[in-house]
T-cell receptor, first 114, second 116 residues
Framework: NAGVTQTPKFRILKIGQSMTLQCTQDMNHNYMYWYRQDPGMGLKLIYYSVGAGITDKGEVPNGYNVSRSTTEDFPLRLELAAPSQTSVYFC?????????????FGNGTRLTVT | GNSVTQMEGPVTLSEEAFLTINCTYTATGYPSLFWYVQYPGEGLQLLLKATKADDKGSNKGFEATYRKETTSFHLEKGSVQVSDSAVYFCALSDRSSGGSNYKLTFGKGTLLTVNP
């Protein structure tokens, strides 16, 4: 059972470059999320989606874009990479958006922007 | 707004020691409370949860009780093992203000290292 799969695991970008972080899940979850994790800062929500075709901003959306064309996939796009986007990015999914539904996380993408 | 405060780490213990990681929260509604664990090189995974006051969540020897009167959800384990070395995150889930969806708010995480 694959769960939530993220690619790539690591990436180094130069300032101004763009890239897409891929995320796919095989649990047929409607809800999907992108978080960034900075040292000592916990996790911050970037974007989330409640179903195919529907996305919404989280706490820190600036500099990122998302799309949700299928239930399975929720890619995160960085258009003009900046050093402030150096972080570890986690994709997650959940069965529902209720308060009791736990999140299932991927193993993360470590991004460095220099 | 909602917030979660957990004790700063790192925490270093010897095997079989007693563990407590403190977590307190502020929330406008009636949140559900969670502990997530992150092993090295991996994503977070749910450790335990509690959905209402006085509930006790438990898993793998870890326990936490939802205390509404003290707004706390402290994580405890009676005898830690080397394999428990990880980062532990306290989190709450509450309905976002003005919205219909629930929002998960995380603490900053506590690194636990258990030595043999």
């Amino acid at each position: 059972n694959a769960g939530v799969t993220q690619t790539p695991k690591f990436r180094i970008l130069k300032i101004g470059q763009s890239m897409t972080l891929q995320c796919t899940q095989d649990m047929n979850h409607n809800y999907m999320y992108w978080y960034r994790q900075d040292p000592g800062m916990g996790l911050k929500l970037i974007y989330y989606s409640v179903g195919a075709g529907i996305t919404d901003k989280g706490e820190v959306p600036n500099g990122y874009n998302v799309s949700r064309s299928t239930t399975e996939d929720f890619p995160l796009r960085l258009e003009l990479a900046a050093p402030s986007q150096t972080s570890v990015y986690f994709c997650a999914s959940s069965y529902s958006g209720s308060g009791n539904s736990p999140l299932h996380f991927g193993n993360g993408t470590r991004l460095t922007v220099t | 707004g909602n917030s979660v405060t957990q004790m700063e780490g790192p925490v270093t213990l010897s095997e079989e020691a007693f563990l407590t990681i403190n977590c307190t929260y502020t929330a406008t509604g009636y949140p559900s409370l969670f502990w997530y664990v992150q092993y090295p090189g991996e994503g977070l995974q749910l450790l335990l949860k509690a959905t209402k006051a006085d509930d006790k969540g438990s898993n793998k020897g870890f326990e936490a009780t939802y205390r509404k009167e003290t707004t706390s959800f402290h994580l405890e384990k009676g005898s830690v093992q080397v394999s428990d070395s990880a980062v532990y995150f306290c989190a709450l889930s509450d309905r976002s203000s003005g919205g219909s969806n629930y929002k998960l708010t995380f603490g900053k995480g506590t690194l636990l290292t258990v030595n043999p």
